[in-house]
Nanobody
Framework: QVHLVESGGGLVQAGGSLRLSCAAVGSISSINVMGWYRQAPGKQRELVATITGGGSTNYADSVKGRFFIARDNAKNTVYLQMNSLKREDTAVYYC???????????WGQGTQVTVSS
């Protein structure tokens, strides 16, 4: 019923910027939280940032001041603007949607972000 489509990953030099997009397709409750997670090889998946329908945000300490999350509720789309990228930001980035009324989670397919020196 609901699926998430991610785009925007790629290869970027350290210090550069990249913007990820994630569109949720289907019948979606407005009472939801969207966010981004990432997973590097050999490491556990970790939270990067979340945003509520009302615009409240939360960021991992490692990305505060560099990454910014935003959403377009009319398009059911969440964005992650990544600035001042570092080698340690290299990972597969996954979009997540949580429907609060049902407590159901939906995940995007993942998009690779590679930061080179």
């Amino acid at each position: 019923q609901v699926h998430l489509v991610e785009s925007g990953g790629g290869l970027v030099q350290a210090g550069g910027s990249l913007r990820l997009s994630c569109a949720a397709v289907g019948s979606i409750s407005s009472i939801n939280v969207m966010g981004w997670y990432r997973q590097a090889p050999g490491k556990q998946r970790e939270l990067v940032a979340t945003i509520t329908g009302g615009g409240s945000t939360n960021y991992a300490d490692s990305v505060k001041g560099r990454f910014f999350i935003a959403r377009d509720n009319a398009k059911n789309t969440v964005y992650l603007q990544m600035n001042s990228l570092k080698r340690e930001d290299t990972a597969v980035y996954y979009c997540k949607l949580k429907i609060m009324t049902s407590n159901l989670d939906y995940w995007g397919q993942g998009t690779q972000v590679t930061v080179s020196s």
